[in-house]
T-cell receptor, first 116, second 113 residues
């Protein structure tokens, strides 16, 4: 069974450009999470969805960040306009309904974003 | 304010010895805790977890200890192996799992052959 799939794996862009990161969760998983990894803050939660509905977006840094989940098999995280301080690794994770009690998440390999 | 703290950014141990990774939390609502392991250029993978009703959970070479009164948990790896070299994240959750996990900043473990 395929794991969480993220694209692109690497993205280098210039300040002010729009960036779109994509995620395909594991089939049957009902929760989807976007996390960002930085040296200073470790893994910080940006937003998460349950059954395609955003539940908590309080971690989204600014209005420049937006996320959507149009269906159960696809989500996007968009940054517009991008800034150098957005440079980080962005992870998508999903969770099985059967593991809700344990909280165990399955992560993708991440999208490394560099904003010049 | 970080609710889950890993105060040691790095740790180096000799192969065969014990590795002890520590984690502190501030939110008394957390009732389950997990450790994740992350290799470079890969996503974090689940390692071991513990519920707040327990004070110890063991899985092979990995044992997690929970001290609720001190709001502290630790991960013990015995014996440590070079393949254990990775970044370890502590995570905590509250409620029935309907909420997201809160992660610490990670500890980089290096096991020297």
């Amino acid at each position: 069974d395929a794991g969480v799939i993220q694209s692109p794996r690497h993205e280098v862009t210039e300040m002010g450009q729009e960036v779109t990161l994509r995620c395909k969760p594991i089939s049957g998983h009902d929760y989807l999470f976007w996390y960002r990894q930085t040296m200073m803050r470790g893994l910080e939660l940006l937003i998460y969805f349950n059954n395609n509905v955003p539940i908590d977006d309080s971690g989204m840094p600014e209005d420049r960040f937006s996320a959507k989940m149009p269906n159960a098999s696809f989500s996007t995280l968009k940054i517009q306009p991008s800034e150098p301080r957005d440079s980080a690794v962005y992870f998508c994770a999903s969770r099985s309904p059967g593991l809700a009690g344990t909280g165990e998440l399955f992560f993708g390999e991440g999208s490394r974003l560099t904003v010049l | 304010d970080q609710q889950v703290k890993q105060n040691s950014p790095s740790l180096s141990v000799q192969e065969g010895r014990i590795s002890i990774l520590n984690c502190d939390y501030t939110n008394s609502m957390f009732d389950y805790f997990l450790w994740y392991k992350k290799y470079p250029a890969e996503g974090p993978t689940f390692l071991i977890s513990i519920s707040s009703i327990k004070d110890k959970n063991e899985d092979g070479r990995f044992t997690v200890f929970l001290n609720k009164s001190a709001k502290h948990l630790s991960l013990h790896i015995v014996p440590s192996q070079p393949g254990d070299s990775a970044v370890y994240f502590c995570a905590a959750g509250a409620g029935t799992g309907r909420r997201a996990l809160t992660f610490g900043s990670g500890t980089r473990l290096q096991v020297q052959p």
